[in-house]
């Protein structure tokens, strides 16, 4: 893929008639098929990879009815439905509110949560409402492997969650997992733990971004590991999901389930806290910035006139990636995790399973960017959650990421 330096000015590339499914979709579509949108960076959690460096609450976050609009503008472009995330997006006082805004107003909810407020209550609420999916997130099959990375009592937290919708009658909620060198031996447990509630696995891949950019090197799977994890992904099939994560894998030869392509800019993009729009749910970074839900014309005028999307949408070179027998399958791999390793976008995936990026990550002289945002509370490791009992700031906040939204919130204890 080019570099999105230097961008000329914005103009559609034409579709070609005709073509592969996969052939239409790099020239983008009038609407995303998938939109992650992060509603807040607080998180009473400290996940070690978290892609967001989420911690503390940006005060700069969309009010309610902004939110709202940017619904609204869903609605009319006919998105289908929203990713949310975040942060922990329950944390926010209006989630509840949002999401039932936005289902009345015809525009699915799928929201990620690490449990902490699916409360039986909560878990009947959401058994009850139409075109909304839960998925509890987990990153181990037993406590010890799962707390290590998302902190101590987080694997009790998520289990109570998925207990609370099984119980309230919630079907098919997904239990989603970013797949690690210490977990990678574990999805044998993690399909059978979804079975035993009533759940779909869904796999994730581990990105170099945000915080994940500090464990990247120690956690990401191995070259052995990532030949397992392909076969176990080919023998499950549909009956796991992946989110098209692992299209990287194709290089092995036979293609996984999915679009296999990186859709960046093309049918999916991210919404932040407060309304900036990224190209990547994965690449939080000003080079991949493509505007703002709150300029004139809204989230529409950004996915169909932004620069970035038009260059996206343009065909592609792929440097010596063209030149390889599998690159029709893999495509050069993952925009995100090559920007955030330091590798250049028109070449190798860092996880090439050709091994034809290892020459460039020995390279002495990398450079690696620099996060584009951080909002963790602490530049230390986690050893547990961040309890929820916080008093109030005695003053305004000394910079965009310093106030947290919960204050007076206490989680009830087991």
Wanted: glycine letters at 10%; hydrophobic letters at 35%; one cysteine or more.
């Amino acid at each position: 893929m080019t570099t999105v330096h230097d961008r000329p000015t914005a103009s559609v590339p034409s579709r070609p008639r005709g073509g592969s499914l996969v052939q239409q979709f790099e020239y983008g579509l009038d609407a995303p098929i998938c939109l992650t949108w992060e509603l807040t960076y607080a998180c009473n959690l400290a996940c070690i990879h978290c892609l967001s460096s989420s911690g503390k609450r940006d005060p700069r976050e969309l009010s309610t009815e902004q939110c709202e609009a940017v619904i609204d503008q869903l609605q009319a472009m006919q998105v289908f439905y929203v990713n949310i995330g975040g942060g922990e997006p329950t944390i926010r006082p209006d989630f509840w509110h949002l999401l039932e805004y936005a289902v009345s107003h015809q525009v699915g909810v799928k929201f990620s949560t690490n449990g902490v407020r699916i409360t039986p209550e909560r878990a009947r609420f959401l058994a009850s409402t139409d075109y909304v999916d839960v998925q509890v997130s987990l990153d181990g099959a037993t406590a010890d492997v799962n707390d290590r990375v998302r902190g101590e009592g987080s694997f009790d937290m998520a289990i109570r969650a998925l207990e609370n919708l099984s119980a309230a009658g919630f079907a098919d909620a997904k239990i989603s997992v970013v797949v690690t060198r210490e977990n990678v031996d574990q999805l044998d447990l993690f399909k059978a733990l979804a079975d035993r509630h009533g759940a779909t696995l869904r796999l994730t891949r581990l990105r170099p971004s945000g915080r994940g950019a500090d464990v990247w090197d120690e956690l990401h799977p191995t070259a052995s590991q990532q030949r397992t994890l392909y076969e176990w992904l080919l023998r499950a099939g549909e009956n796991v999901l992946t989110g098209d994560s692992f299209f990287h894998l194709a290089g092995f030869g036979e293609s996984l389930p999915g679009l296999n392509l990186c859709g960046a800019g093309r049918v999916v993009c991210l919404i932040d806290p407060v309304g900036d729009v990224y190209a990547c749910p994965f690449a939080i970074h000003d080079q991949f910035h493509a505007g703002n839900v709150l300029s004139p014309g809204g989230f529409g005028a950004v996915w169909k006139d932004s620069e970035l999307f038009a260059d996206l949408r343009s065909p592609q070179t792929s440097g010596a990636c063209t030149k390889c027998e599998f690159f029709d399958s893999c495509r050069g791999g993952c925009m995100a995790a090559k920007f955030f390793t330091g590798l250049p976008l028109d070449g190798p995936d860092p996880e090439c399973v050709q091994g034809y990026s290892e020459p460039a990550l020995l390279q002495i002289g990398r450079t690696i960017p620099a996060a584009g945002q951080d909002h963790s509370r602490s530049a230390r490791r986690p050893t547990g959650p961040t309890p929820l009992e916080i008093a109030p700031p005695s003053g305004p906040p000394v910079h965009a990421c310093a106030e947290s939204p919960l204050a007076g919130f206490t989680v009830p204890r087991p």
